[in-house]
């Protein structure tokens, strides 16, 4: 097995086995603290000594959290409750839920209810994010959270500590970047499988670990030589398009993911966080500047603009949103972004993607068509 294969293994194993990774920190001694989507802060719970834990759902059916939800709540935050309620998380510190959407927004109280072994840390950003005021409100609630991880972790938090953490952040900001652009010159090397085990172990491991095993990755793909590969070449945007059925199908149909615009892909890595004398001044300044995000208030719908600049920059020949089943900022987003890429020529594509489901033939189909329209 070549060096670039053995990362990828383990990477691979760690994104498909979270639970074993959490029980390796645990077993170190270390406090974990759930991550739920979008936009936790992080650097915080780092900077206290502990470690964030993604938690974006899983491929399970749903039965405990259907209890608490109705079944039309996108399949996400059905199944990460699921998990809640099942005692799989039991042994977390805390969860931090954010309020970014109205489905989250009814998430903290399902979550004290079923789930009661495990605190919740609401996470509160400002809708109108960009404005002083917006910035202020953040900041404060970044602070409320301080306080609270300095509670849950017995230790003071110190600006020294949040700026160590927010630089070792941006170090793997950047060094993810380089791999994602790397990996869209490399289809041969990296599948779309892999581009998404990459991004999905950085949810489960402390930031440090994964930079270091990603920094080897990117130098190999920047030292490969140049690609042959002659299938399509698409950019994705959503949310996520952590769903294997359709991954299999975008690997089969040989399409090579040049870019995306994914609320769990590139956009975790797009923004570094500004260094500021306050650090956690920066922690906000850094959500003022997130463009690209369904569930960002984006009154001109920057998003548009800025995935049609993907493709150009990437050379795409389509786009393909994968809307996650039940998301209405998704789907609100959806037909503006689509005229505005109707007017640039730009084919796009529409699938839907659910954790629950087990067959994805019809969108086999539909992506079979979109790759023949491309040619
Ligand atoms: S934004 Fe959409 S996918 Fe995300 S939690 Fe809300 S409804 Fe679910």
């Known amino acids: ?41 992080e650097e915080l719970v780092a900077a206290a000594g502990m470690v964030p834990f993604g938690l974006w759902g899983a491929e399970i059916q749903v039965s405990e959290a259907k209890r608490y939800f109705p079944s039309f709540i996108c399949s996400i935050l059905q199944t990460t409750l699921e998990l809640g309620i099942k005692g799989e998380f039991d042994r977390l510190t805390a969860v931090m839920i954010p309020i970014l959407c109205d489905s989250l927004k009814g998430m903290e109280a399902n979550w004290r209810y079923g789930v009661k072994k495990v605190p919740v840390i609401n996470v509160a950003h400002a809708q109108n994010r960009k404005m002083q005021a917006g910035l202020e409100f953040t900041v404060s609630q970044y602070r409320k959270i301080k306080k609270q991880l300095e ?3 017995e230790t003071p938090i110190t600006d020294r500590a949040i700026a160590v953490a927010i630089k070792t952040y941006n170090e793997q900001r950047g060094v993810m970047r ?47 030589p140049e690609s042959k590969h002659q299938g399509p070449k698409v950019v994705i945007s959503g949310i996520t398009a952590d769903y294997s059925g ?6 089969d149909c040989q399409i090579a993911v040049v870019d995306d615009q994914l609320t769990q892909g590139s956009l975790r890595f797009r923004f570094d966080v500004p260094l500021t004398a306050d650090p956690i001044v920066g922690l906000a300044e ?22 049609i600049d ?6 795409a020949q389509g786009v393909i949103f994968v809307q ?3 998301c209405d900022p998704e789907e609100f987003d959806y037909v503006p972004l689509k005229s505005m890429l109707d007017k640039e020529g730009i084919p796009s594509l529409l699938l839907e993607g659910d954790k629950q489901t087990t067959n994805y033939e019809q969108a086999r189909t539909a992506v079979e068509t979109f790759c023949e329209i491309l040619g």
């Open 324 to 326: 996650t089943k039940f």
């Open 286 to 307: 850094q959500i003022g500047q997130i463009e690209g995000c369904p569930v960002l208030f984006d009154p001109g719908k920057q998003r548009g603009q800025m995935l």
């Open 178 to 224: 380089r791999f994602l652009a790397a990996a869209g010159k490399h289809p041969e090397l990296i599948s779309f499988a892999d581009r998404n085990a990459v991004v999905k172990s950085s949810y489960f491991m402390d930031a440090a670990s994964h930079t270091a095993k990603v920094r080897e990755l990117a130098d190999l793909l920047e030292q490969a």
């Open 151 to 153: 509670k849950l972790a």
């Open 1 to 41: 097995m070549n060096k670039m294969e053995k990362i990828l293994d383990e990477l691979r194993f760690i994104s498909t086995h979270p639970k074993q990774q959490l029980e390796q920190y645990l077993a170190a001694g270390k406090k974990v603290v759930g991550c739920l989507p979008y936009y936790c802060p």
């Open 246 to 251: 359709l991954i299999k199908i975008f690997d």
């Open 310 to 315: 993907l493709v150009k920059q990437s050379e």
